[in-house]
């Protein structure tokens, strides 16, 4: 194999064929995680509408913040402080949808 940059190479910026294939192999999985984690958001999303739903149906507030700092302490917990980013994001994917 030569280790001159082709095409897919200069696109990957890798600088052999063997290091451009790898990346574009890795690249093709995460474009599929990419898509199945959007795909668990979206779903995410429609439980927590169904939840603030029939909260606010029976008298309760929209958002309950002790459930957010529990989502919060775990996405901490498990990921450091981007996990934290992480969760509030979703929180807020997740609020005032209903």
């Known amino acids: 194999m030569s280790s001159t940059p082709t095409a897919p190479a200069v696109d990957t910026g890798a600088r052999t064929d063997e290091a451009a294939a790898v990346i574009v ?36 507030r929209r958002v309950n913040l002790s459930r957010e700092m529990e989502i919060i302490g775990h996405y901490s917990d498990q990921l450091g402080k981007p996990g934290t980013a992480l969760a509030m994001t979703l929180l807020e994917l997740c609020r005032g949808r209903v």
């Not at 890795?26 to 995410?44: F, P």
């Open 25 to 60: 192999g890795a690249r093709e999985r995460i474009d599929d995680l990419d898509g199945r984690i959007i795909g668990l958001v979206q779903e995410r999303m429609a439980a927590s509408a169904v939840i603030q739903r029939e909260r606010i149906a029976s008298g309760g």
